[in-house]
């Protein structure tokens, strides 16, 4: 493969191998330092960069013209979500691929053409993604999911998803036991690392924006999946990422993915499936809210490392009505401070 597929177009513009789409919130240092390995690993590929930024003002534009002048800024003029937001950066990209990337992480060496190559060798694939590790160079499995089935909700649910986390059978969605270094196709792959062609993005119509964030992926992933696509990932594609950083709050985080679960079996799902996804959801929820928290008493809180599964179980209310769809939800203008995440539904 020709590590490099730059064309130029009728209007003599060379047009790029892949469109880079950050979305910036209160990310400043975090895109600086994704950046700098982004310049220095991109090897023979042919690179355009477009930073959406949801919440301007804490010197992400500045920085960029100083630091990184190629890169294209775009202020989207409200915080519009994550899915919005990637559609958003998508409509101003030029390439014949969209990567997208996460300002919490940094990019290893060989990771953009391994991708392409992925790409090139698998179009079948439509989605495609890599290998990530955390801050201290160890496997960070969250690169991709299995697939959510009726079976793995029901593992959910009764617990024996957390009762045996290394068994394949009854924790299948974490696909444990795989260390990410083999090329395969999974359930779904997270946008912290996703590339995909423009024709099949435009094919898939983009990110569904009734998702605020969390969900979006997996259900593109399905919407690829019944349009004969196999997500798959490559181990030689492999990016750090800083888990967390944008939602520091165990307990937030969860209900945040929940909020997005709920949603996407709703748009996936009909009759009595969606109907014991949903109660599955809540089941499993309520399972660790009260066992962690009755642990947390009986011990004087020494085996309370869970309990945030209380908060959540709590806050049932707000994640069992999924994301509010977009069509009504209100995008605020810019301003001073920080913006809450939108209610559900």
């Known amino acids: 493969m020709s590590l490099s597929r730059s064309s130029v177009d009728a209007d003599h513009i060379l047009v790029p191998d892949i469109s880079i789409l ?107 993604g890599g290998r990530t590790l955390n801050e201290h160079g160890e496997l960070d499995p ?16 009764t617990g024996l998803s957390a009762a045996f986390k290394d068994s394949m059978r009854f924790n299948p969605e974490e696909l444990p036991g795989w260390q990410r270094d083999t090329e395969r196709e999974v359930g779904y792959i997270t946008g912290c690392l996703e590339l995909v062609s423009r024709k099949v993005w435009d094919e898939l119509g983009g990110f569904d924006e009734d998702f605020w964030m969390y969900g979006e992926d997996a259900d593109l992933a399905r919407r690829a999946r019944e349009l004969g696509y196999n997500p798959m990932i490559t181990p030689d594609a492999e990016i750090i990422h800083y ?9 937030h985080k969860v209900i945040l993915r929940l909020t997005g679960d709920v949603t996407a079996v709703r748009k996936g799902w009909t009759g009595w499936r969606q109907r014991y996804a949903v109660a599955a959801l809540q089941a499993g929820a309520a399972l660790r809210g009260l066992t962690y928290e009755f642990l947390a008493r009986a011990t004087g809180g020494r085996k309370s490392s869970g309990r945030y599964w209380y908060e959540v179980w709590s806050r049932r209310d707000e994640w069992l009505k999924g994301w509010e769809p977009a069509a009504t939800r209100a995008v605020e203008a810019h301003r001073s401070g920080n913006e809450s995440t939108p209610k559900a539904a």
């Open 142 to 157: 969250g690169s991709c999911w299995g697939e959510t089935t009726l079976w793995s909700l029901t593992c959910f649910a």
């Open 243 to 251: 888990v967390g950083a944008s939602s520091p709050n165990r307990a």
């Open 22 to 128: 950050l979305i910036a919130y209160n990310t400043r240092d975090l895109i600086q330092r994704c950046l700098t390995t982004v310049e220095e690993n991109k090897g023979d590929v042919s690179l355009e960069i477009i930073v959406a930024d949801n919440h301007p003002g804490d010197g992400t534009k500045e920085m960029l013209a100083e630091e990184f002048p190629q890169v294209r800024y775009f202020d989207t003029g409200g915080n519009l979500g994550f899915a919005r937001g990637v559609n958003f950066a998508a409509t101003k990209a030029t390439a014949g691929y969209l990567l997208l990337l996460n300002p919490d992480t940094e990019v290893k060496p060989g990771t953009f053409e391994a991708l392409l190559e992925l790409a090139d060798r698998r179009p079948d694939g439509g989605l495609y």
